[in-house]
């Protein structure tokens, strides 16, 4: 995993959790985003080392201390990192700091339900901002005609949702990593 594979981690494990981005700091090694929950006002600290502070590459122990006080003096409630591997002790101190670990081994599951709703979600979105309207009928989009694909939300949605009914959750998760990385190129 490249360090943008585990930002765009990042980004569909908020896009999931319907986290709300507050803030973005890039620095060097790694991104910070403060993100809450829509519905509440918890704040949370979703760190992303997009490269390994040694030299095999893994997070260490220092790196979770150092989050831990981050996390203490900027009065977060939760604190997430996410990083390519993590040393055993590393491991250890996010267990007694309360800091959820993701890595590429290491991941939360999602269910497909939650998946394909949030693609949808997603895709409704895009629709709305790339043509104006979501079309009511698969007849409606101008995405597809005479069986090509002009529209890339559309060839996402339509693999979606063939991912969905074989029940292939990790094609699903690059499928809403395609409309988030859609949706931020549409912002720019």
């Known amino acids: 995993m490249s360090g943008e594979a585990l930002i765009e981690k990042a980004e569909v494990i908020s896009a999931v959790r319907d986290y709300e981005t507050v803030e973005t700091q890039r620095k060097k090694r790694m991104v910070d985003f403060t993100v809450s929950p829509s519905a509440s006002d918890e704040k949370i600290l979703m760190r992303v080392i997009t490269d390994g502070h040694s030299k095999a590459g893994h997070v260490t122990a220092d790196n979770v201390r150092e989050m831990g006080e981050v996390l203490k003096a900027r009065d977060y409630d939760e604190g997430i990192l ?3 591997r993590f040393t055993k002790a590393a491991q250890r101190a996010m267990t007694r700091e309360e800091i959820e670990l993701i890595s590429e081994r290491s991941r939360p599951r999602f269910k497909l339900e939650r998946l394909h709703s949030v693609i949808n979600r997603c895709v409704t979105g895009l629709c709305r901002a790339k043509c ?10 101008v995405g597809y005609v005479d069986g090509h694909y002009s529209c890339d939300v559309r060839l996402v949605s339509d693999n979606a949702s063939f991912h969905f009914e074989l029940g292939w959750a990790g094609f699903l998760e690059r499928d809403l ?12």
């Open 82 to 84: 996410i990083g390519k």
């Open 132 to 141: 104006g309207a979501v079309p009511m009928t698969e007849s409606d989009c």
């Open 177 to 188: 990593t395609k409309l988030l990385a859609i949706e931020k190129a549409l912002k720019t």
